[in-house]
Each structure stands twice: as structure tokens, then as C-alpha cells.
């Protein structure tokens, strides 16, 4: 079969275009398949069904070893320290004609110790005061303890009571 000459050029350029199309998305990341390199669904497809997701096979890795699992998980930040020592509910906070809160402090150390827990009174702005208490409870015990607000004029402006981090001593 003879392809005349302006034929072939047609021909030839469709194919270029079609090749340089093909390079361009794989030095970009993309793959035909539309998949995003994860197991999983391939959200990353559109709705015209070219194109699509970035193939992690092009992109820096996003998954790393995790020592002692035997697989792999998702990067992701992970925590300096291990569980608090004592956890600690708010049973009543400030409030007009209350410049204090009561906290309700569990120990969930395995021994006795003293923690400090640290307590933010917090308005419709923001922080307006903060108090802490330092309180020493025996391996699983719970005990009630009353915060007062430095500011006692503004206990009117108190919408709740934020708990922090509760620290051992």
C-alpha cells in the first residue's frame, strides 16, 4: 500500500506529537493508567479516562521502613514520647461568679510521682489566664483539684477550660 508523501508527513507528525506527549508525562510524573503508584483506588483517573495521577514510580518515595514491623507505612511524624502519665477532666470550669475550675487528675504511671498539670482559661479571643498545680498521686489514682484564675474580674469573660500537657515533676 503507497502512502503519498503529504500523507506520511501527516502520519509522521501524529507520531512525533504522540511520542513527545508520552515523554513529556513521564518526566512530569504521570502515568497513562491514571493510578496514584498506591494500592488502593485510583482516584487520581478523570473523568475524560486520559491522564490522571502521579506515578510514585517518577516522584521521591513516600513510604519508608518501619524498624521492627516487617513492612512499610506512610511517612508521617511520629510522636517523641510515649503515653502521658496522668490524664486529667475538666469538671467544671470558670464561669460569671466562679474564678476557678476543678479538674478530676488521674495517674496512669505505674508508681507514684508528682505531676504538674497545666490549665488555660480561654475566652471568645483567645487566651485570658493560666494557672498550674502540681498534685502527687499513687500508681492509678484519681483526686479532684480546684485551679484558681489569677484574674478573678475576668472569670465573666471564660467560655472554657483547655487542659496541657500533663508533666511529671
Request: proline residues 4%; hydrophobic residues 35%; charged residues 20%.
Amino acid at each position: 500500500m503507497a502512502v503519498t508523501g503529504r500523507r506520511a508527513r501527516q502520519v509522521r507528525r501524529v507520531r512525533f506529537t504522540a511520542v513527545l506527549v508520552g515523554v513529556v508525562l513521564a518526566l512530569t510524573g504521570f502515568s497513562s493508567t491514571g493510578g496514584s503508584g498506591s494500592s488502593g483506588s485510583s482516584s487520581g483517573k478523570s473523568k475524560s479516562g486520559g491522564g490522571g495521577g502521579c506515578s510514585s514510580s517518577k516522584s521521591k518515595p513516600k513510604k519508608k521502613k518501619s524498624i521492627g514491623s516487617g513492612g512499610s507505612s506512610t511517612a508521617s511524624p511520629t510522636p517523641t514520647s510515649t503515653a502521658a502519665p496522668a490524664h486529667a477532666d475538666v469538671v467544671t470550669c470558670a464561669g460569671p461568679g466562679r474564678a476557678k475550675a476543678t479538674l478530676k487528675v488521674t495517674s496512669d504511671s505505674a508508681g507514684g510521682r508528682t505531676f504538674r498539670v497545666p490549665l488555660t482559661f480561654e475566652g471568645a479571643s483567645g487566651r485570658i489566664d493560666s494557672a498550674s498545680v502540681d498534685i502527687t498521686l499513687k500508681a492509678g489514682e484519681s483526686r479532684t483539684v480546684d485551679l484558681a484564675m489569677a484574674g478573678a474580674d475576668r472569670a465573666g469573660d471564660v467560655r472554657r477550660c483547655v487542659v496541657g500537657r500533663i508533666q511529671i515533676v
